[in-house]
């Protein structure tokens, strides 16, 4: 009873944490954004809806158009009704001069009458210029972004913002690959800088869109790495919150498998028992589910109390929307992702291989070898949450995949898991390294 009231109470703790940081960042004028903000239209406006980078050999399309969404968004709270603003997360919005506001509806966010086509760059460009009546809504999402974006479009252009975040999450990789080799072993640390390389890791912040689910995934792994927090239920709880509140439907699924994959493998390690393992992984899992939902159906209760919005039924209707095939699902688009991981996922291939032989060459006083069936097992269960998810919400996959093949990197990671773990040795311990 003690531990479901302390999750309880946490969780209410969030939503009051987090109501209040959109409304504290909400009440910086919208004055003190106008020059970064226009800066950035300009920016935009030069890349367009989609910019287009060439990586490992192949054109990779990046999301200006989430990140005019998001610019837009920032700029349209009006500071003088800062909460409202912010749970009903406008855009286009301009006081005085807005004649009409569209309540969120199912499917993709809409742009002015004047485009024939959704475009969110030319949106941005005609709100930091008053150039605009018609504005929308987008209150299904938290838009927790906010908290940050505000603050630093008051300093910093796009352009500068990206670069910020291309150095943090480098940092964070830094310290989560050492973290691995240091309390796992070198070989496994390997393994997820070639599946780092695989999801373009390292050209993320490039995209703000893309940045808050892979900040959550990279500190809450270093956070289980480091051993220092008791109640992982909790940890879980909170990071499916943040995941919530800060995400825009990109990978979410990475803040919950990558960190449990980090305490499977530490409690592999340490030959943990196999059936508590997973209970504990299970439990963890509703966790995350909990703070991930939870924290979406408050914001949809609040709007709805509060302002009277229909949001419940608009964002069930919409979920009904990404599980079905009008995207069509076809050997098209398999094809399509890929091309998006070929070449990465072949020169991570030769590593793990180069690793294997290592491996075999290394322990030449094995006493035997046997299948490891119930540590592998771990990384199957993980890989098959990853692809349930990917199921059920499986046209916003493939219609998004330009950003959503970023799932690869966890399937990716335990794939060469269980290949590289596939064969259980015993060895003497003080020559173990990999």
Not at 206 to 212: F, I, K, R
Not at 304 to 309: E, P
Not at 386 to 415: D, K, S
């Amino acid at each position: 009873m003690k531990n479901i009231l302390k999750y309880v109470v946490t969780f209410i703790l969030m939503i009051i944490v987090f109501c209040i940081l959109l409304t504290v960042t909400s009440l910086i004028p919208r004055d003190a954004l106008t020059k970064k903000v226009k800066e950035s239209s300009e920016i935009l406006c030069g890349q367009h809806n989609s910019r287009i980078i060439i990586i490992n050999g192949r054109a990779t399309k990046f999301d200006n158009y989430s990140d005019a969404l998001m610019i837009n968004t920032a700029y349209s709270i009006d500071d003088t009704d800062p909460f409202c603003s912010s749970m009903l997360a406008r855009k286009n919005y301009i006081k005085g001069k807005t004649e009409v506001i569209y309540p969120d509806t199912t499917g993709e966010l809409k742009s002015s009458s004047k485009y024939k086509e959704v475009n969110q760059v030319g949106d941005l460009r005609d709100t930091v210029n008053n150039d605009t009546t018609e504005s929308f809504e987008y209150a299904r999402y938290w838009h927790g972004y906010l908290v940050f974006l505000r603050p630093l479009l008051a300093l910093f252009n796009i352009s500068q913002i990206r670069a910020i975040l291309v150095v943090i999450l480098l940092i964070l990789s830094i310290i989560l690959i050492y973290m691995i080799y240091k309390k796992i072993n070198l070989g496994t640390a390997i393994i997820f800088f070639c599946g780092l390389l695989m999801c373009d890791y390292f050209y993320i912040g490039l995209s703000t869109q893309g940045a808050p689910v892979f900040l959550i995934t990279m500190i809450s792994s270093i956070l289980i790495l480091s051993r220092n927090i008791k109640d992982k239920g909790l940890l879980f709880l909170i990071i499916g919150g943040l995941t919530s509140f800060t995400d825009l439907l990109t990978v979410p699924m990475l803040t919950l498998g990558v960190p449990l994959l980090i305490y499977g493998l530490l409690q592999n390690k340490n030959k943990y028992n196999i059936k508590k393992l997973f209970i504990e992984m299970f439990k963890y899992c509703v966790m995350w589910g909990i703070g991930y939902f939870g924290v979406f159906l408050i914001k949809w209760i609040l709007v709805d109390l509060l302002f009277n919005r229909g949001l419940i039924q608009t964002s069930i209707s919409q979920f009904s929307y990404r599980s079905t095939t009008t995207t069509n699902i076809s050997i098209d688009n398999l094809l399509e992702l890929i091309q998006f991981i070929l070449k990465p996922l072949s020169i991570s291939l030769i590593v793990l291989s180069l690793l294997t032989i290592i491996k075999i060459i290394k322990f030449k006083d094995i006493k035997n070898v046997k299948l490891n069936i119930k540590e592998i097992s771990i990384y199957f269960f993980i890989e098959l949450l990853v692809l349930l998810w990917i199921i059920v919400l499986r046209q916003h996959f493939f219609q998004h995949m330009f950003f959503t093949y970023r799932y690869t990197f966890l399937i990716c990671v335990c794939i060469f898991l269980i290949i590289y773990n596939l064969f259980k040795t015993e060895y003497n311990e003080e020559k173990k390294i990999y």
